[in-house]
């Protein structure tokens, strides 16, 4: 076969920089160049000669054939571009460290020699090409994607050169420092709606950027409008290829709301949310601290405060009154102690107040000015009109205090005591004082009381009410010890006071109530020869109205006579009290129960409030009857008592019968019943079951 090439033009045709085969009208290779030879990695005697389609597996033979054919016969020309063919020839390209296939572009055109038509095809490798184009598209999507998410991230992003003048600020940074885009570009950075001092900060992030190339931390900000927000901040330094800075990169997420969030949580915690006055929890830390950094110069006052009537707001005109007192309150309290004071609400109505650096005489001074702003102050709510008091408890707070807890104690302690002598006045705390000697006696005496109830200790005793002037049926009134653990009796005026001073009397009351009305019920049979038992109730149960239903129920459900009850409540309780007392004895006289006024004549306006209650009994009391024989005014007074009583259609019963003599002349006033050791001890209730009981 002749080869239609000259020498000059296979010199040409063999350097050629892109692959060239010649093919007849049979397909097959005319002739080949070397990039092709090498391309395939054969040698040209091995080539020539043989068909394209035997020696390329093409992907689609039909399509080059046609391609080929159409130029040999046609005389047409034909380019087959990579975006199209990618990889019409199955050839490798050298690529990198690695061969890959090649991407190729194919130009496939007819030529003459010698009066033949042979068709020429010249592959381009465009590898590389490809992959720039490739790598430039994704480079754009890239930035595009960078862009996309840089311009909707939720963290403020700007971007400044070396220097830390703003090039790019993105729309959050806008949005939260309200500065734009125009506004930012070309402005210092560190300077921008900065609080910090733009300098010292300045200098410090980029000695940090110069020795680990990135800076974080918190910083406070002020938006465009002045409003002051907190951001958690990182500032990165941007290099280039050869490792020279050129950007820095500030990244910042919004902390405002949780900061804000953090700071009312912490207020929340530290503050009493009614008046806004710090609670005893964040009182204790700061009393713990100024007891640990105490010494000898200087010495606090502690003042404990507690408004009296306080109950009496809340229960007569409801909580939003409280509430309102209390408030008004916290606001006087704040406003008469000195600005660097602390002042707490501990709970209730209860507040205490440290006085720094401060002489206690001074500041019982300031308190007693105080209790007298009180006193005068009127609380209006609605159309009602309170008068309000304050007792105040105070103590030094030194080195030698032993701790927050026993300082507040000292405080607490010495308001009761102030409440004790009659309420309105300050008391100070003395180491060595009878009064705090005797409240721990009766913090002992509460504990006692409450075990009692909870291990059922107390026991039920009677003593004798004897008819005087003709032959009845006696009547007993019910008395409470306390059996200690040992099984001796404690009397009741041992822990009595204390019950009474620890709001624990309606819890006794209860207990001789139920266990009364049970031990009559069970045995009615035995209890013929009395005429009734009397129950004594303290001035808190008559306001009980938990307890007054209890015990209508408990009537109600028993089967005892209910006529067989008597409840002795003392004058003073019932005038203290009146409006509750009066609906007490009504509701449990509808039941049929009986009621006697005890120590009657104790009080200073007896007689005028004696026509509003509703009572069976009168009991005078023992203080005018002990020395009827000998004092001319006592019996006066028990026989206007006795008088009056009658006139009313009370029965009357005189206290403190001790002897004969005594007796004798309650008899001679016309006095009905007696009651006292001379005609009876207590004694154990199921004793009174014997109806031989000694009466003398």
């Not at 405060?305 to 704040?334: C, P, W, Y």
Request: glycine share 6%; charged share 25%.
């Amino acid at each position: 076969m002749n080869k239609p090439v000259t020498t000059l033009e296979k010199v040409i045709f063999d350097a050629s920089n892109q692959g060239m085969l010649i093919v007849d009208n049979d397909f097959l290779i005319v002739d080949i160049n070397r990039w092709f030879i090498e391309a395939i990695n054969g040698t040209k005697e091995q080539l020539v000669g043989q068909s394209i389609f035997e020696l390329f597996n093409f992907e689609r033979p039909q399509y080059m054939r046609g391609t080929v054919k159409q130029a040999l016969e046609s005389g047409l020309s034909s380019f087959l571009s990579s975006a199209l063919h990618p990889r019409l020839f199955p050839l490798h390209s050298r690529y990198q460290n690695g061969d890959r296939y090649m991407e190729q572009s194919c130009y496939i055109k007819p030529i003459l020699f010698n009066e033949s038509t042979y068709c020429l095809i010249q592959v381009l490798d465009v590898t590389s090409s490809v992959l720039r184009e490739k790598l430039l598209k994704k480079t754009y999507n890239d930035l595009n994607l960078f862009k996309i998410a840089i311009e909707h991230s939720a963290s403020s992003i700007v971007i400044t050169d070396n220097l830390g003048f703003v090039e790019y600020v993105n729309p959050r940074f806008v949005e939260i420092a309200g500065f734009t885009s125009e506004d930012a570009i070309g402005h210092s950075y560190f300077s921008l709606s900065s609080q910090t001092h733009e300098l010292q900060f300045e200098s410090t992030v980029l000695s940090a950027l110069h020795l680990h190339d990135s800076w974080k931390g918190e910083r406070s900000f002020v938006t465009k409008s002045g409003d002051k927000y907190w951001v958690n901040e990182h500032i990165y330094q941007a290099r280039n290829a050869s490792g020279k800075p050129t950007h820095l990169i500030a990244i910042q997420d919004d902390l405002t709301q949780i900061k804000d969030i953090a700071r009312k949580a912490s207020y929340q915690a530290s503050h009493d949310s009614l008046t806004g006055l710090i609670n005893r929890h964040e009182f204790d830390q700061i009393l713990i601290n100024k007891i640990k950094y105490a010494d000898n110069k200087t010495s606090h006052v502690l003042c404990f405060l507690d408004i009296d009537q306080f109950k009496m707001v809340n229960d007569t005109s409801g909580h939003g009154a409280g509430d309102e007192l209390l408030r008004l309150a916290a606001t006087l309290f704040d406003e008469h102690y000195p600005l660097d004071k602390v002042l707490a609400r501990l709970g209730g109505d209860e507040f205490a107040v440290i006085v720094h650096d401060a002489n206690i005489a001074q500041v019982q001074l300031m308190s007693e000015a105080l209790i007298e702003k009180v006193q005068d102050f009127r609380f209006r709510w609605g159309e009602s009109v309170f008068s309000v008091g304050m007792s105040i408890g105070m103590t030094l707070i030194t080195a030698q205090t032993v701790s927050s807890t026993e300082a507040v104690k000292q405080a607490e302690n010495a308001c009761d005591a102030a409440k004790d002598m009659g309420r309105n006045r300050v008391y100070i705390y003395q180491e060595d004082d009878q009064t705090f000697t005797q409240r721990q006696g009766d913090t002992y005496w509460a504990t006692k009381i409450n075990e009692a109830l909870e291990f059922d200790r107390f026991a039920l005793f009677a003593q004798p009410i004897v008819p005087l002037l003709e032959d009845a049926k006696p009547s007993y009134e019910v008395l409470v010890r306390m059996r200690d653990t040992d099984g001796s009796m404690i009397p009741p005026g041992l822990f009595l006071p204390a019950a009474e001073r620890f709001n624990l009397s309606h819890r006794i009351d209860r207990w001789v109530t139920e266990n009364t009305i049970s031990w009559i019920e069970k045995h009615c049979s035995e209890i013929a020869h009395i005429d009734h038992i009397s129950i004594n109730l303290s001035g808190l149960t008559l306001s009980n109205d938990t307890f007054l239903a209890h015990i209508v129920h408990v009537i109600e459900t028993s089967k005892i006579e209910s006529s067989k009850i008597s409840f002795e409540i003392t004058e003073t309780a019932a005038i203290a009290n009146l409006t509750q007392a009066k609906h007490f004895i009504n509701v449990l006289r509808q039941q049929g129960c009986l009621f006697a006024l005890d120590d009657f004549g104790s009080g200073l306006s007896s007689f005028a409030y004696l026509k509003n209650l509703k009572v069976d009994r009168l009991k005078i009391d023992g203080m005018f009857v002990k020395d009827i024989t000998t004092d001319v005014i006592d019996e006066a007074m028990v026989k206007s008592i006795n008088d009056v009583g009658h006139v009313m259609g009370m029965k009357t019963i005189a206290e403190f019968v001790e002897n004969d003599a005594i007796k004798e002349r309650l008899i001679a006033l016309g006095v009905d019943y007696g009651q006292g050791y001379g005609l009876g001890k207590p004694v154990p209730i199921d004793d009174i079951l014997v109806t031989s009981t000694e009466v003398v």
